[in-house]
Structure formats: C-alpha cells, structure tokens
C-alpha cells in the first residue's frame, strides 16, 4: 500500500523515514556477542597453542571425557556475557534467551551425533544463532516506518503484529530529544513526541528493602520488611511510538518543532486578536468620518 | 678537560631532551598530515572524521582530568561528545598546580593514548624495553645511548607487528586498538563545524604560551631534570635516562599508529576516486590476498610477515590499477596535452587550406 493512500484531504507528505542501521546496535549487541565469542571460542579450540595445553591437563583430569568441561566452558562465559548484558540493559529476558540457545545447542549436538566434533559445531552454532539474530534485528528495524505530513506524524512498526499511532501536531505539548555515542559519529537521533495524555512517558523505579529476622530457636521470633520505592517520570516509548533512530537528526528535528509551532492554538489566536483589533480601528476611524460628514451636511444645511 | 667538564655537567643533559623534543616534533608533523588527509575526505566520510574527533577528544579530556586528579583539585564534572568536551575542577587550580593541570591538557593527548598500548606491550612484550645499566657521562654519550635503546625499542615493536596473526582475535584487537589510537590522537575539530585553526600552529602557540607565561615554572622544571641527571651521574643510576626512554617510547609507539592510521585513511581516500562497486575490489583483495597467503605459506617460519607483506602489496597495486582504470572522473583516451596538440594542428590545417 502506498504512502499516498494513508494522506487526507490537503495533506501532504514532508518526509518518510526509517530507523538508522545502527540505531538498533543496544539489541544487536545481544547477537554480536555471541558471534565475537563463537569466532573466539572457534579459534581458541582449533587453533590457540593455550588450548592445546588446557586439553592436555584436562584429559590427565577428567581422562577421554574432554567434552564436559569444554561445554562448562562454552556455557559459563555465554552466560557470563548475558548476565553483564543482563545488567546493562535492564532485561532478564536476555539471560534466558542466552539459557534457551545454550541449551538448544547442546540437545541438537547430543542427539544429532555432533559430540565427536564440538570443536566445530560449539562454535559455528553460536556464530549462526548470532547472525540470526542481526538478521531478525535488522528486519524488525526494517518494519519501522515514520511518516510525517504536514498534518500528523504516523508510526508504523512491528514484525507479526503491526502497530501504527497517528499524533496530530496540535496534540504534542512537549518533545523530548536524544542522541547516544554511535548517533553523534553518525548522525541519527530518537526524538519521542509527548501527548497532553501523557503518551510518550515512562517511569523509572528504584526500590530499596530491607529485612530483620528472628531464629526459630529462640522464644520470641522477631521477622519484618520495611522499604520503599520511588518513581520517576521519564520521557520513553516503544520503537514503534517514536520516532526512533531517524537519519538526519537535526533536520528532522527541526521538522518536527516547526511543524509543532505552526500548528500551535495560541500563535493563531495571537493573530486573530491582531486582526481583530485592525477591524476595530478601521471601524472606528470609518465611524468618526461618517460623524464628520453628518456633521459637514448639517451645517450646509443650517446655513440654506 | 675543561671543554669536558662543562659537556658532562651543562650539555649532557640535553641530548636525551633533545632526542624526545626531536620524536616528539616528528609525531607532530605527522599528526597535520593525518589531519590534512581527514580533511581530504571530510565530505564522504563525515562519520569517519567525527568518530576520529570522538577519540580525540575523549584523550584530551581524559588527560585534563588526570590533571586534575593528579594535581588534587578533582573532577566536577566531565562532559565528551562528538563536538566539544568539557572537564571543570571541584576546586580551582592556582600558580604552579594551575600550569601543570595545562601541561596536562596540552602535552597529554600526544602522550596518554601511546601509554595505553605502552601498559599493553610490557605485560605482552616486555622484551623490548632495553635500558641502560647506568648513567652517561657527555652529551654524545647521551645521544648514542638514547639512540641506541630507541632503536632497539622500534626493531622489537616492528618485529612485533609484522609478525601480528590476523586469524588470531586478541592479535587482531590489538591492531584495532592500535589504529583507533592512532587516528584519535589529536581532535580533528572542536566545535560543530570543522575549523582551521585547530592546527600544529595552534598547539605550538598554546604550548609556547604555557612555557612563557610563567618562566619560572619551566626553569623549575629544568632544573628538576639536571637534578636527577647529578643524582644519577654520582651514584651512576639509570633513572634519568628511563626518564626520558619513556618519553620516547611513547612518540615512538605514536609515530607507528599515526603511521598504520595514515594507510587506512590512504585507503579511504583512493577507494573515493574509484567508481562505485569497484571501489569495494580493495578492501575484498586486503582480506582475500591475507587469506591466501596465509594457505599458501602455511608450512613457513615467516608465515606472518609474508603474509602481511603480500597483503599490503596487492592491495596497493589492486588500488591503483582500479585507480587509473575505473576512477571517477571523466578521462579521455589520449592525454589532454596530446589532444590539445591535436587541436592547434588541425585548426593550423584549416586555415592553410583556407587560404589556399
């Protein structure tokens, strides 16, 4: 469908747009890593001179078993990398998906008779799921689409369930702009517009507890919890919601907040009031002429 | 024995100074020719520019602030974008400790990126930081002995680098690391747009603004250095010399990433004048000639250096090759000269036939 068939009466379009390449590079580096572990581990495995020392003590260890603490091995320092994702992004979810994909990998390598070669499969199944996942990334970046007219902006997104929001320019009170590292060198930003509904705000919240305990062996147990929690409002949305990511930041920027101004009630107003107050003048000045010309012909007519 | 004593006690001194200041000048000039480079493809590779600033500008805060902490007065506030970055005291500095929080930010960024890899190479390579046993004794004594450790110094550091393994991951971080120091040694610009002024005659004026705005400072600093040299002449210690290998450690390990930073930018900037598709052919022949090699001289000793020596090469000559085959601009057959000749003498015939 095209974009033509989505514009109203009178409604033009002042730009389309997509979410920069890099703009996804937080969710990206959830599959890098496990790309840039998988060629390490790959290359630590079959070609590193530590390894073949480490081999050596582990079958003096653990005798022709080698593959065990070599899966310890693959499995704790992915895990280790989603953890610190974990952390870093505030999601737990990466850590399970890091479990799942371990755990996938071992199911497929024991049943489907790979065990006898883990040196290669270990490593090209994680540099495989990796690339999967810039792929699934890059594609669901791709959904993104934004739209902006000269009456509204709409948003377009979502890879199964497609989402879309049209905000009119007269509904945006304020606008929130933000450009990480990666956007600065290469000029993309995410501008997240808020509505007077308070569309467009997230909360950030901190929350800080504390126990006191009491043993079982004494007469009187003494267990209680006190804490609290504080939250604060913080402008955020989902991808699909903002305008997330978009090449070239400053222009589009400046768009945006034109397009705002020149749609905001009290400039209008502003100048009716102008116009009006002209009106007034005129009438006013028109009202003393006709008072003067009265006046002129009565006394034309006093005088006959 | 008079000329003698004035050599050891007044010039001996000098010459470890003077071999820093002469490397150090060469890191500088070095430093303008990267920026005239960036400047060439400053249009196309505006992401690249910004980034190089990013780096530059990332050291040189980073260096104000060691100042700062160095010096007590603390860190405030620390603020680094692609534009602009700004490191304010928690207590202002004043007098002495004031100047060398400004030797920091002047002097810092030509030294601080190189001591990174510096940390690097003694826990990798430590082999390659010969010292002398004790002190020198005249002024050409100081220079052989300086000379000597440098180069000893560059031979290993070289030595270490052609032999890097590029199938091996920490080998290949390692040459990233190298380059992204190398190319963020200086900031391009400071502010939004680019700006001239941020060139090798501003960092001499800031420099030699800092050194005569307060005479004394720098005498103190002199004088701090042939304290040490008498020190280490009477108990004939090595430390003033190490004093100033540092030095030349550092503009050395500079010199080398300036140096691979300059090939990369070389590349960038020839591979502009190629025609689109093409111009991807030299950055394909880089990894496939490495690859290659790699096969084909699998059983060598010097499988390494081979390798990288090869890869180098047919990447220069792929590049030009496209260069004088498939460049951008229009070209004729024949030279413009020739055709010009062709021109005067066929217009020349013209009005010989016209008279006629």
């Known amino acids: 469908m095209g974009i033509e068939e989505d514009l109203l009466k009178d409604e033009h379009l002042e730009k389309e747009l997509k979410p920069h390449p890099f703009s996804f590079f937080s969710l990206q580096s959830i599959a890098l890593f496990l790309i840039l572990w998988g060629i390490i581990f790959g290359w630590l495995v079959n070609f590193s001179g530590y390894w073949t020392g480490f081999e050596s003590f582990l079958k003096d260890f653990f005798g022709s078993f080698v593959l065990l603490p070599v899966l310890l091995v693959w499995w704790v320092v992915t895990l280790a990398g989603g953890v610190v994702l974990s952390l870093v992004f505030i999601r737990w979810r990466i850590f399970f998906i890091y479990i799942f994909v371990l755990a996938v990998g071992t199911i497929i390598m024991f049943i489907g008779g790979w065990s006898n070669v883990y040196n290669v499969f270990l490593p090209v199944y994680l540099i495989c799921i990796g690339l999967l996942g810039v792929f699934i990334i890059d594609w669901y970046r791709r959904s993104h689409k934004y739209i902006i007219t000269n009456f509204r902006v709409i948003f377009k997104g979502g890879l199964i369930r497609k989402r879309e929001r049209t905000l009119r320019y007269d509904k945006i009170t304020d606008i929130e702009s933000s450009q990480g590292i990666l956007g600065q060198i290469f000029d993309f930003g995410t501008i997240i517009p808020i509505t007077q509904s308070g569309f467009g705000l997230g909360k950030d919240t901190s929350f800080a507890a504390m126990g006191v305990g009491g043993t ?28 997330h990511g978009i090449y070239p930041y400053r222009e589009v920027k400046k768009l945006i907040e034109s397009l705002v101004q020149g749609n905001v009630i009290i400039p209008y107003q502003k100048e009716q009031v102008e116009y009006q107050k002209e009106q007034l003048d005129i009438q006013k000045q028109m009202k003393a002429l006709l008072e003067k010309q009265l006046e002129l012909k009565n006394q034309d007519e006093e005088e006959s | 024995m008079g000329w003698e004593i004035v050599d050891r006690f007044l010039f001996a001194p000098l010459a470890p100074i003077l071999g820093v200041i002469l490397f150090w000048s060469i890191q500088l000039l070095l430093i303008e020719s990267m920026k005239h480079l960036l400047r060439k493809i400053w249009s196309k590779h505006q992401s690249l520019c910004r980034f190089t600033n990013l780096v530059g500008l990332f050291f040189q805060a980073f260096s104000h602030a060691i100042g700062y902490t160095i010096t007590k007065c603390g860190v405030s506030h620390f603020y680094i974008s692609v534009d602009e970055s700004k490191v304010e005291p928690k207590r202002q500095a004043k007098g002495a400790v004031e100047w060398i929080t400004k030797v920091f930010l002047f002097i810092g960024p030509f030294f601080v990126p190189a001591l990174l890899i510096f940390i690097l190479l003694l826990l990798g390579c430590n082999a390659a930081f010969k010292v002398p046993a004790g002190s020198f004794y005249t002024f050409s004594d100081g220079l052989i002995v300086f000379g000597n450790s440098l180069s000893y110094f560059s031979q290993k550091f070289i030595e270490l680098l052609v032999n890097l393994d590029f199938l091996n991951p920490f080998h290949v971080f390692f040459l990233l690391f190298l380059i992204f120091i190398g190319l963020g040694i200086r900031p391009l610009y400071i502010g939004r747009e680019e700006k001239r002024k941020i060139n090798i005659i501003y960092d001499l004026q800031n420099i030699k603004n800092l050194l005569s705005e307060r005479p004394v400072y720098i005498i103190s600093v002199f004088a701090f250095f042939y304290i040490l040299y008498y020190i280490c002449l ?9 004093l100033m290998l540092f030095f030349g450690w550092l503009s050395i390990i500079s010199i080398v990433a300036i140096i691979i930073a300059h090939l990369i930018i070389l590349l960038v900037k020839s591979t502009d004048q190629i025609c689109p598709f093409w111009n991807l052919l030299p950055y394909v022949t880089l990894f496939i000639s490495y690859g290659l090699s790699r096969l084909v001289f699998y059983s060598l000793s010097f499988q390494y250096s081979i390798s990288i020596v090869i890869m180098l090469i047919s990447t220069f000559i792929v590049t030009l090759f496209l260069k004088r085959v498939k460049t951008n601009k229009l070209k004729t057959k024949a030279s413009i000269k020739k055709l010009k000749d062709l021109e005067v003498e066929e217009i ?9």
């Open chain 1, 216 to 243: 079982a062996k004494k007469r009187f147990g003494l267990f209680g919890i006190f804490g609290g929690s504080k939250e604060v409002q913080t402008p955020r949305a989902r991808t699909y919601y903002e305008l």
């Open chain 2, 348 to 356: 020349g015939n013209r009005r010989g036939s016209s008279k006629r």
């Open chain 2, 234 to 242: 009477f108990f004939n210690l090595n430390w003033y010399i190490n």
